[in-house]
């Protein structure tokens, strides 16, 4: 309907277009989703430009399916660029420019550069913590996957230290019944029999070991500010 009454290349039917590439990928259609993906991507950077925040949006999506597929460095260097723009045209300390500095760090998790992963996650948490607070959804994500990675790292203590403020903090905001909260209790256990009874390949994390990508970032099909989700 919207491709009738605006035309194939508006920015709304984009937008709605962009949307429905994330609702293929919920019904895990992930080769259709990066189609479409790739085809909004190009129309919008025509019509609304390179560095517009709905094309940065698109791109950072597109960035994320990369990596499902198995492309890590496509993915990096894709979301470097995004970083650079959302930098340039948001600021640094922007809740989207962070979401991709996070999203970033675990790439380089991907890439096998845990330290590296480590302190620019550590990074994004400092800023996330000045600008949405302590209790916000996205900084208790970033939170939960530090305490993942310094798990892996054999440093069980610090892990288990963030992940015990992590469950807190989610239990009181989403409640204990939350998909999020109980991802987090989940590897709080694994953390903690770790270093009850320590295994040789994380064992006790296996299953508790989903991180928490900073998410798909939806677009607003209306005039309001977009705000990501």
């Known amino acids: ?12 039917t984009l937008r709605s277009l962009h949307n429905l590439a ?10 259709e989703s990066i189609e479409l993906l790739q085809d909004v991507i190009e129309k919008q950077k ?26 890590t460095t496509e993915s990096v260097e894709l979301l470097q660029d995004v970083i650079e723009k959302r930098k340039r ?5 922007h809740p989207e420019t962070l979401r991709s500095l996070h999203n ?5 998790l991907e890439q096998g550069k845990t330290t590296e ?6 990074d994004v948490i400092e800023k996330q913590k000045r600008v949405r607070g302590e209790e916000h959804l996205d900084t208790l994500r970033s939170l939960h996957d530090l305490a993942y990675l310094l798990a892996i790292q054999k440093n069980f203590t610090a892990a288990a230290k ?13 409640g204990e019944e ?27 994390l296996d299953s508790a070991s989903e991180i928490t990508d900073s998410d798909n970032e939806d677009i607003r099909t209306d005039s309001r500010p977009a705000t990501s989700s």
């Open 1 to 12: 309907k919207r491709k009738r009454v605006l035309g194939e290349e508006h920015p709304e």
């Open 117 to 122: 992963s480590i302190e620019l996650l550590q």
């Open 22 to 31: 994330l609702r293929l990928l919920e019904q895990g259609k992930t080769t």
């Open 46 to 71: 025509r019509v609304r430009g390179e560095e517009h925040p709905d094309t940065l949006r698109s791109l950072h999506n597109l960035a994320l399916r990369l990596s499902e597929q198995g492309k």
């Open 162 to 174: 963030v992940q015990v403020d992590v469950v807190e903090k989610k239990r009181k905001v989403l």
């Open 104 to 108: 970033l760090a675990l790439r380089l």
């Open 178 to 204: 939350h998909r999020d909260t109980k991802l987090s209790l989940e590897l709080l256990r694994g953390i903690q029999s770790e270093i009850a009874t320590p295994s040789s390949h994380h064992g006790n």
């Open 89 to 93: 045209v948001l600021g640094e300390e």
